[in-house]
C-alpha cells in the first residue's frame, strides 16, 4: 500500500502530482522530512509519463533536466538513493548525460551560470531541481524557459532560506494550487521517523532562526543575538577546570584583520567530543610577522596542528605556508559554520575560557543583519575564527594526539 511508502503528507502531494495538470510543484519545508524521498520517486514517474508523450509525438529522444548544487550532490541526493532503493544503474555519456526509460537526462549544477550553455536551446519536457534555493536565479530562468515540451513540469526540492529569496517570493508566495503547488513539510510530518529522534532535534536545534527554518520548515531571518544559547554561567571555565580536561586534539582558527581585529584562536578537543576555546589572540593594525609569530609559538607549543585560515588573504597563508606551519583554507560557509557552533552550545559541548578578553567583548554583539540573513559585519572577528576551526576541522579532518 502506497501508505507504508509515503507519510500522509507525502501520500497527499503525490496523489496531487499525479492526478493534476500542474507546471511546478515545489515541496519545501525542515530537513529530514521526506521532500527529496517524495521528488524522487516523482522523478521517475515523470520519465515514464514524458515518454509516452514524446512518443505520441512522434518524438524519440525526448530531454529532460536534472539539475542539483553541483554534480556531486546531484549523485548524493537523487542518484545514489535511487540506485539503492531500486537498483538503477545509471550510465554517463562524456557531456554527462544518461538515459533511463527512453528519456534523455540531462545533469548539471545550478549553483553556477558556467553551466548554462549545456541546456541552451535545448527543448526539455521537464526538469528536477534539488536544492532550489541554492540556485542562481539566472538558471533557474534558464531552466523553466527550457520546459517547453508538451506537458513539461518542475519539480522543485529544497530547505527554507531568506524569506526575501527569489524563490520564496516569485515561486512560493504565488503559488494558487493549480498551475504553481507549494507544499510546505515540518519535521513532525515525517512520521517514520521515532518520537525519540525527533525529540532529540528539537532538543539539540539553537534556538531562534535554525529552529524555525530546521523543525518548522518556515522561511525566517535571523534575529537578534547569533548565539542566543550561549549562557555565561554554563559556558565559561575557569582555567583550574581546563587544567583537568583530557584533551585529544587541538586545531586553530585564523581571520586576518587590521583596521578591525585580526584573530587567532585555539580549541582543544576532549575525548568526549567537547571543544574548549583555551586562547585568543586578537589584535587591530598587526602585519603579517606578528601573527607569524604567535601562530609559531602556538605550534611550539602544542605540536604541529591545523591552522585554518580566513582565504581572503591568500598571501598571509603562504607565508604561514612557508614557515613551516599547517595552513589551510577555511571551510567559509558561513550559516553552516554559525549552525555548527550554535548546536554546540545548545548541547554544551562548547565551552570558552573565562580569561578571553575580545570573545567577551563579541559574544552579545554579535547579530543578525535582518536585511542580509547573515550577521552584521562587527563584533566577528573571534567569532569568525572559532566557526573556521569547528566546522573545517569535522569537514576537513585535523590531527590528535592520541596514538
Same mark, same amino acid.
Given at each position: 500500500?502506497?501508505?507504508?511508502?509515503?507519510?500522509?503528507?507525502?501520500?497527499?502531494?503525490?496523489?496531487?502530482?499525479?492526478?493534476?495538470d500542474?507546471?511546478m510543484?515545489?515541496?519545501?519545508?525542515?530537513?529530514?522530512?521526506?521532500?527529496?524521498?517524495?521528488?524522487?520517486?516523482?522523478?521517475?514517474?515523470?520519465?515514464?509519463?514524458?515518454?509516452?508523450?514524446?512518443?505520441?509525438?512522434?518524438?524519440?529522444?525526448?530531454?529532460? !533536466?536534472?539539475?542539483?548544487?553541483?554534480?556531486?550532490?546531484?549523485?548524493?541526493?537523487?542518484?545514489?538513493?535511487?540506485?539503492?532503493?531500486?537498483?538503477?544503474?545509471?550510465?554517463?555519456?562524456?557531456?554527462?548525460?544518461?538515459?533511463?526509460?527512453?528519456?534523455?537526462?540531462?545533469?548539471?549544477?545550478?549553483?553556477?551560470?558556467?553551466?548554462?550553455?549545456?541546456?541552451?536551446?535545448?527543448?526539455?519536457?521537464?526538469?528536477?531541481?534539488?536544492?532550489?534555493?541554492?540556485?542562481?536565479?539566472?538558471?533557474?530562468?534558464?531552466?523553466?524557459?527550457?520546459c517547453?515540451?508538451?506537458?513539461?513540469?518542475?519539480l522543485?526540492?529544497?530547505?527554507?532560506?531568506?524569506?526575501?529569496?527569489? #524563490?520564496?517570493?516569485?515561486? !512560493?508566495?504565488?503559488?494558487?494550487?493549480?498551475?504553481?503547488?507549494?507544499?510546505?513539510?515540518?519535521?513532525?510530518?515525517?512520521?517514520?521517523?521515532?518520537?525519540?529522534?525527533?525529540?532529540?532535534?528539537?532538543?539539540?536545534?539553537?534556538?531562534?532562526?535554525?529552529?524555525?527554518?530546521?523543525?518548522?520548515?518556515?522561511?525566517?531571518?535571523?534575529?537578534?543575538?547569533?548565539?542566543?544559547?550561549?549562557?555565561?554561567?554554563?559556558?565559561?571555565?575557569?582555567?583550574?577546570?581546563?587544567?583537568?580536561?583530557?584533551?585529544?586534539?587541538?586545531?586553530?582558527?585564523?581571520?586576518?584583520?587590521?583596521?578591525?581585529?585580526?584573530?587567532?584562536v #585555539?580549541?582543544?578537543?576532549?575525548d568526549?567530543?567537547?571543544?574548549?576555546? !583555551?586562547?585568543?589572540?586578537?589584535?587591530?593594525?598587526?602585519?603579517?610577522?606578528?601573527?607569524l609569530?604567535?601562530?609559531?609559538?602556538?605550534?611550539?607549543?602544542?605540536?604541529?596542528?591545523?591552522?585554518?585560515?580566513?582565504?581572503?588573504?591568500?598571501?598571509?597563508?603562504?607565508?604561514?605556508?612557508?614557515?613551516?606551519?599547517?595552513?589551510?583554507?577555511?571551510?567559509?560557509?558561513?550559516?553552516?559554520g554559525?549552525?555548527?557552533?550554535?548546536? #554546540?552550545?545548545?548541547?554544551?559541548?562548547?565551552r570558552?575560557?573565562?580569561?578571553v578578553?575580545?570573545?567577551?567583548?563579541?559574544?552579545?554583539?554579535y547579530?543578525?543583519?535582518?536585511?542580509t540573513?547573515?550577521?552584521?559585519?562587527?563584533?566577528?572577528?573571534?567569532?569568525?575564527?572559532?566557526?573556521?576551526?569547528?566546522?573545517?576541522?569535522?569537514?576537513?579532518?585535523? !590531527?590528535?594526539?592520541?596514538?
Amino acid at each position: 500500500m502506497l501508505s507504508d511508502l509515503y507519510t500522509p503528507k507525502q501520500l497527499d502531494t503525490f496523489r496531487f502530482a499525479v492526478n493534476n495538470d500542474y507546471f511546478m510543484l515545489i515541496n519545501h519545508g525542515a530537513k529530514r522530512t521526506g521532500k527529496t524521498v517524495l521528488d524522487n520517486d516523482l522523478f521517475l514517474y515523470e520519465l515514464r509519463r514524458i515518454k509516452k508523450i514524446a512518443a505520441a509525438q512522434g518524438v524519440e529522444n525526448p530531454q529532460y !533536466i536534472l539539475a542539483g548544487a553541483d554534480l556531486g550532490a546531484l549523485n548524493r541526493n537523487v542518484l545514489i538513493e535511487l540506485s539503492n532503493k531500486y537498483g538503477i544503474e545509471f550510465h554517463f555519456d562524456k557531456f554527462n548525460r544518461f538515459k533511463l526509460f527512453g528519456v534523455q537526462v540531462c545533469c548539471f549544477g545550478h549553483s553556477k551560470i558556467n553551466d548554462l550553455g549545456r541546456i541552451r536551446g535545448m527543448t526539455a519536457y521537464g526538469a528536477y531541481i534539488n536544492e532550489g534555493t541554492m540556485a542562481k536565479q539566472e538558471v533557474f530562468d534558464e531552466i523553466k524557459s527550457r520546459c517547453s515540451g508538451n506537458g513539461a513540469r518542475m519539480l522543485i526540492d529544497t530547505n527554507p532560506d531568506n524569506p526575501e529569496h527569489w #524563490l520564496k517570493k516569485d515561486f !512560493i508566495d504565488k503559488a494558487d494550487g493549480k498551475t504553481i503547488k507549494a507544499v510546505q513539510y515540518r519535521l513532525d510530518d515525517n512520521t517514520f521517523l521515532s518520537e525519540r529522534y525527533k525529540q532529540n532535534m528539537k532538543e539539540t536545534t539553537p534556538s531562534g532562526m535554525f529552529y524555525d527554518r530546521n523543525i518548522n520548515g518556515m522561511w525566517v531571518m535571523g534575529e537578534g543575538a547569533v548565539y542566543r544559547d550561549f549562557n555565561a554561567k554554563i559556558h565559561y571555565i575557569s582555567r583550574e577546570e581546563l587544567q583537568k580536561v583530557n584533551f585529544v586534539k587541538y586545531i586553530a582558527g585564523v581571520d586576518w584583520g587590521y583596521e578591525h581585529f585580526g584573530a587567532i584562536v #585555539l580549541l582543544g578537543k576532549d575525548d568526549k567530543g567537547c571543544y574548549y576555546l !583555551i586562547k585568543e589572540i586578537a589584535r587591530q593594525y598587526e602585519e603579517i610577522d606578528f601573527w607569524l609569530e604567535q601562530a609559531q609559538a602556538i605550534k611550539a607549543e602544542y605540536g604541529n596542528i591545523p591552522f585554518y585560515c580566513d582565504s581572503a588573504r591568500p598571501e598571509y597563508v603562504k607565508k604561514f605556508k612557508q614557515n613551516g606551519l599547517r595552513a589551510i583554507n577555511a571551510n567559509k560557509a558561513v550559516l553552516s559554520g554559525i549552525e555548527r557552533v550554535a548546536q #554546540l552550545y545548545k548541547q554544551d559541548k562548547l565551552r570558552i575560557a573565562d580569561d578571553v578578553d575580545r570573545f567577551r567583548d563579541e559574544i552579545y554583539m554579535y547579530v543578525w543583519n535582518e536585511k542580509t540573513g547573515e550577521p552584521v559585519k562587527q563584533f566577528d572577528d573571534v567569532q569568525d575564527a572559532i566557526q573556521y576551526a569547528i566546522y573545517t576541522d569535522e569537514n576537513h579532518g585535523g !590531527i590528535s594526539i592520541l596514538k
